[in-house]
């Protein structure tokens, strides 16, 4: 299987809540005013002025990054096995990672949205070198395998520390979530690798919980930088 490279796709400028209830945090106000029966997300339902809680973010928060560690563990699984419909399932999760990066670019501007996407070692090259660590699995690759892995860790030292200045939360804090999820996507897919897909189930179930926790962790710093109720 040959790396696929994952390009970027244009986001419609009516973005759903999974950006849009972060997207009006970023101002001095928490009211969010929407027209009667646009579509918002799972996270409200429509409604002609809602006020943004920090319930609201937790679960926006949750739901997104639930959705990128389900998308990546299901790219990872099909290229491992060489499958065809791998470049669509890598798409999908870029289109994930895109409304992430829109939703920290609504709450800290569009440069650290920025960053944060495409910044030396931060999101978008995280998955990079999973899809790196996935070929090399694949081809029974030792050496590109454990570079994969020397990548991921440096990820989440400096993602970490990205995240940990925008938020405010302990920068070790931070790094040591970003390692774990990293660790529970490598494992389940060793796993999925090996054909032990009982043990890759219940990996895949911990590691998309874990995301909620995470979720947990940002929101609960945002929402106090925001003053969020």
Same mark, same amino acid.
């Given at each position: 299987? /040959?790396? @696929?490279?994952?390009?970027?796709?244009?986001?419609? %400028? *009516?973005? #759903?809540?999974?950006?849009?209830? &972060?997207?009006? =945090?970023?101002?001095?106000?928490?009211?969010?005013?929407?027209?009667?029966?646009?579509?918002?997300?799972?996270?409200?339902?429509?409604?002609?002025?809602?006020?943004?809680?920090?319930?609201?973010? /937790?679960? @926006?928060?949750?739901?997104?990054?639930?959705?990128? %560690? *389900?998308? #990546?563990?299901?790219?990872?699984? &099909?290229?491992? =096995?060489?499958?065809?419909?791998?470049?669509?399932?890598?798409?999908?999760?870029?289109?994930?990672?895109?409304?992430?990066?829109?939703?920290?670019?609504?709450?800290?501007?569009?440069?650290?949205?920025?960053?944060?996407?495409?910044?030396?070692?931060?999101?978008? %090259?995280?998955?990079?070198?999973?899809?790196?660590?996935?070929?090399?699995?694949?081809?029974?690759?030792?050496?590109?395998?454990?570079?994969?892995?020397?990548?991921?860790?440096?990820?989440?030292?400096?993602?970490?520390?990205?995240?940990?200045?925008?938020?405010?939360?302990?920068?070790?804090?931070?790094?040591?979530?970003?390692?774990?999820?990293?660790?529970?996507?490598?494992?389940?897919?060793?796993?999925?690798?090996?054909?032990?897909?009982?043990?890759?189930?219940?990996?895949?179930?911990?590691?998309?919980?874990?995301?909620?926790?995470?979720?947990?962790?940002?929101?609960?710093?945002?929402?106090?930088?925001?003053?969020?109720?």
């Amino acid at each position: 299987m /040959r790396k @696929t490279m994952i390009v970027s796709t244009a986001v419609a %400028a *009516a973005t #759903a809540l999974t950006v849009g209830v &972060l997207a009006a =945090t970023a101002g001095n106000g928490t009211t969010m005013t929407t027209a009667p029966g646009m579509h918002t997300g799972h996270a409200m339902r429509t409604t002609t002025a809602a006020t943004v809680t920090a319930s609201d973010l /937790r679960s @926006t928060l949750g739901r997104m990054l639930g959705e990128h %560690a *389900a998308l #990546a563990m299901n790219a990872t699984n &099909l290229g491992v =096995t060489g499958s065809k419909s791998f470049p669509a399932a890598a798409k999908a999760l870029d289109r994930n990672s895109v409304e992430l990066s829109k939703a920290i670019g609504s709450l800290y501007g569009p440069a650290a949205g920025k960053k944060f996407l495409d910044g030396p070692f931060q999101w978008r %090259a995280h998955i990079g070198f999973f899809v790196d660590y996935t070929v090399a699995l694949a081809k029974k690759d030792k050496a590109g395998q454990a570079t994969a892995v020397k990548n991921l860790t440096t990820y989440t030292k400096m993602h970490g520390a990205f995240l940990a200045g925008a938020t405010g939360l302990p920068r070790l804090a931070v790094q040591n979530d970003l390692l774990g999820h990293v660790l529970e996507l490598k494992n389940q897919l060793d796993a999925y690798a090996a054909g032990n897909y009982t043990k890759a189930a219940n990996l895949y179930r911990d590691a998309y919980a874990h995301m909620f926790m995470t979720g947990d962790l940002l929101a609960g710093a945002i929402a106090k930088q925001k003053n969020l109720k």
